[in-house]
């Protein structure tokens, strides 16, 4: 069971960093980053989409006893951060909820 959802997780964080690759222009509903002209779509398709393909396939290419907990960090470590941002930046916003509560599941499972 576990290591389905570690599967999910894994296939969930490529989809989202598709999603940014191929409509970079539309992930502002979920991050409420609006990338501005050619250079903002290009970070948006390069930094969300690359760094999330990248670790979304990572199981798929080490071994998973390595890159499971190792996405489970990368994501503990955004939740983290995102924890402090929603109470610093008064960023108390749905999205930022659900992304903070997407962030600490999927962090605990692959660790598990």
Known sequence: MISTLQLIAAIGTILT????LIAPTKIQGFTGIKPIGRRGIAEVRSVFGGTFIGLGIAPFILAKS???PM???????????????????????????????VEIVFGVLLLL
Do not use: W
């Not at 960093?17 to 940014?20: E, I, K, N, P, V």
């Not at 503990?76 to 659900?98: H, M, P, Y």
């Open 66 to 68: 390595i890159a499971y």
């Open 71 to 101: 996405l489970g960090i990368v994501y503990l470590a955004i939740g983290a951060v995102r924890a402090v941002t929603i109470f610093v930046d008064k960023s108390r916003e749905q999205s930022n909820l659900i992304s903070l509560a």
């Open 17 to 20: 960093g598709l999603y940014s």
